[in-house]
Structure formats: structure tokens, C-alpha cells
């Protein structure tokens, strides 16, 4: 009896081996072309909004903003029909801190910036509109460009601005919470 159950075990183990070198064993799971493997793109494609037949596109001038910068934007309108256009596109920037490390949710974003820009294309033609928030950013904050043109809106970009807000003295702390604590 003791033969036909280790007999059991050591087939058992040697066919649970072989079908798990079978399904991990590293391959080359990347489709390949006459040219070699695929490329990533190289860049992530800008969110375009599509409003009163132009394609409007918003960036930031710098992809990282130090703490006291002040942002810099470049809206890009371009009038895709035969005939002119005029409309107005709304630029509004929200900053949002970060989250205490002990909290579950996250702070209400606040309207840091906002700017009406009005726009006149003729046909074909593409404008660049280049903007300034006058709103310095802290450390730690989170940043987001929204675009509006009558009822459409997208978020343009969202960054990032290094750097670690300041503890709140205790006195600020609400209902007597406890205070940053830092090793002396």
C-alpha cells in the first residue's frame, strides 16, 4: 500500500511540475513585424475638444511646476470647417492639497484661476493663445487645467508640484487631533 501512495505523490508532483514550467516558462508573448518588435509611442496624445467645428487643445508650458512658480499655459485653437468662427473657451485651473496620511478622503478641490478667452478663427487657420495664471503653486498641491467651450469640457492636464506641505500647529488641528510628529 505504501508503494501505490508514493507512487501517486511523485507522479502527481512530476506532472504538477510540468504543466507549471509549461505555463510560465518565458516567452515572447510581443507580436513582431518585418521591422522588428513594436514600438511604444514615444508620447501620450493630448486631449483635443472638438467644439464649433475646431479642435482646441490646452498644454502647460512645463510638465513640473516648482513650489512658487506660476504656471504657464498654451491654448491651440485650429478651425477645421470652411467657414469662420467665433466662440469663447473657458480655461480654469483647480488646485487640490494632498491628503493627511491617516485620512480617507481626499480635499475638495479648490478654483485657484479661471480666464474667458475669446477666439476668432478663419477657415483653416489655427491660432496659439498663450496664458498666464498669476497663481503661484505650493508644495505638495495638485494641479488640474480643465477646457470648456460652451457645454463641452475636458481635463486638459493634471500635475504634480513636489515638495511637502509644513505641519499645522496643534492649536489648528480641529477637535484637538493629535500633531505631526517628527523624530528629534
Same mark, same amino acid.
Given at each position: ?6 507512487? &501517486? ?23 513582431? #513585424? ?8 514615444? =508620447?501620450?496624445?493630448?486631449? &483635443? ?13 512645463? #510638465?513640473?511646476?516648482?513650489?512658487? =512658480?506660476?504656471?504657464?499655459? %498654451? ?12 466662440? =469663447?473657451?473657458? /480655461? ?8 493627511p496620511k491617516l ?7 479648490? %478654483?485657484?484661476?479661471? =480666464?474667458?478667452?475669446?477666439? #476668432? ?6 491660432? /496659439? ?16 487645467? %480643465?477646457?470648456?467651450c460652451g457645454k463641452? &469640457? ?31
Amino acid at each position: 500500500m505504501k508503494h501505490k501512495a508514493c507512487e &501517486t505523490v511523485v507522479v502527481t508532483a512530476a506532472m504538477s511540475a510540468a504543466l507549471t514550467l509549461a505555463m510560465f516558462w518565458p516567452t515572447n508573448l510581443a507580436a513582431t #513585424s518585418s521591422q522588428g518588435p513594436p514600438m511604444p509611442s514615444p =508620447e501620450i496624445a493630448v486631449p &483635443t475638444l472638438k467644439a464649433m467645428g475646431c479642435d482646441l487643445t490646452l498644454r502647460p508650458a512645463s #510638465s513640473l511646476y516648482a513650489p512658487g =512658480e506660476t504656471p504657464e499655459l %498654451e491654448l491651440r485653437a485650429v478651425n477645421t470647417t470652411d467657414i469662420p468662427v467665433q466662440f =469663447e473657451a473657458t /480655461v480654469k485651473m483647480t488646485v487640490r492639497d494632498r491628503p493627511p496620511k491617516l485620512s480617507r478622503s481626499l480635499p475638495v478641490p479648490t %478654483e485657484a484661476w479661471i =480666464e474667458s478667452c475669446p477666439v #476668432s478663427l478663419a477657415p483653416h487657420q489655427t491660432k /496659439v493663445i498663450r496664458l498666464s495664471t498669476g497663481t503661484k503653486v505650493a508644495p505638495g498641491q495638485m494641479i488640474s487645467f %480643465e477646457l470648456q467651450c460652451g457645454k463641452e &469640457t475636458i481635463l486638459a492636464a493634471r500635475l504634480a508640484v513636489p515638495g511637502i506641505q509644513a505641519p499645522q500647529p496643534a492649536s489648528a488641528n480641529p477637535k484637538g487631533a493629535a500633531a505631526a510628529w517628527a523624530p528629534k
